[in-house]
């Protein structure tokens, strides 16, 4: 999308983000697996931390959590939720600039890994994560899976539907599927009585399970756990989500991580 860079998600729906999406990534599970795997006080780095809808909870929990965001609104927004400063933030771009670590887990949650959209970012991110990691530490990935006739398909395809329409406004999503690429791109039109137009773009380059275990194995990170959701269902042919959990090679699990490895 011509004039889309790593902020443009952010602000353009750092407004909108908690009310939207209040539903996605399941709160208390995630801070009872981050808890899990850091251990108590641990120390948490989450990329793409946004709002904080996930990382003050984490701090309320007694982890010592760090977020990065390239999106000075969200990162506003955080620092309404979080007034006592508990969690630290960093402004930054995932691809190029993590904070220095060791830490115990990074968390990089509800496909915040798609939205890295270059070629070898998402590799590249692997390296990063695992230059960072304290000995017997997680990255813990949460990302859909993509539907096999997509994963598979090389056309372009595109959709319009209506989102959400009230008495006093209409939100459209227009898209663009370009399948050869895995690339899907598009906005959120808004129309409101009073707030006359307001567009909300977002890209992102999607992968499949055994695409990020590649780039995992090319970072030295293996396939420790996987799991249909947070909170530890089983990973089946049939789930649409994913929580992969990947670990040093050479490096045992960590407690609670065990269960559930192996992928489909």
């Known amino acids: 999308m011509r004039g889309y860079d790593h902020r443009s998600y952010g602000d353009g729906f750092a407004d909108v983000y908690d009310e939207w999406y209040a539903d996605v990534t399941d709160v208390d599970a995630t801070v009872t697996r981050m808890v899990e795997l850091a251990g108590a006080g641990g120390r948490v780095l989450e990329l793409g931390v946004g709002t904080g809808r996930l990382a003050v909870p984490m701090a309320d929990a007694g982890l010592s959590v760090v977020g990065i965001d390239s999106s000075e609104a969200m990162l506003a927004k955080l620092g309404e939720r979080d007034p006592a400063g508990l969690v630290e933030t960093v402004r930054g771009d995932i691809a190029s600039e993590l904070p220095i670590g060791p830490f115990d887990v990074v968390l990089v949650a509800y496909n915040t890994i798609f ?8 590799p590249r991110l692997f390296e990063h994560v695992a230059e960072r990691l304290a000995p017997g530490g997680a990255f813990v990935v949460e990302a859909f899976v993509p539907a096999s006739d997509v994963a598979d398909g090389t056309a372009t395809s595109s959709e319009v539907t ?3 329409m009230a008495v006093d406004h209409v939100v459209l999503s227009v898209s663009v599927n370009r399948q050869d690429e895995q690339l899907a791109e598009g906005q959120f039109v808004q ?3 009073d707030g006359g137009v307001r567009l909300r773009p977002w890209s992102i380059r999607w992968a499949t399970p055994d695409q990020l275990d590649a780039m995992a194995s090319a970072a030295r990170l293996r396939l420790d756990a996987r799991f249909g959701e947070m909170a530890g269902s089983a990973f089946t042919d049939d789930s649409t989500q994913h929580v992969s959990i990947y670990r040093r090679v050479g490096e045992g699990a960590g407690e609670g991580a065990g269960e559930g490895a192996g992928g489909r």
């Open 115 to 122: 939205n890295l959209l270059g070629e070898h970012d998402q």
């Open 162 to 164: 209506v989102r959400s």
């Open 191 to 193: 129309f409101s009585q």
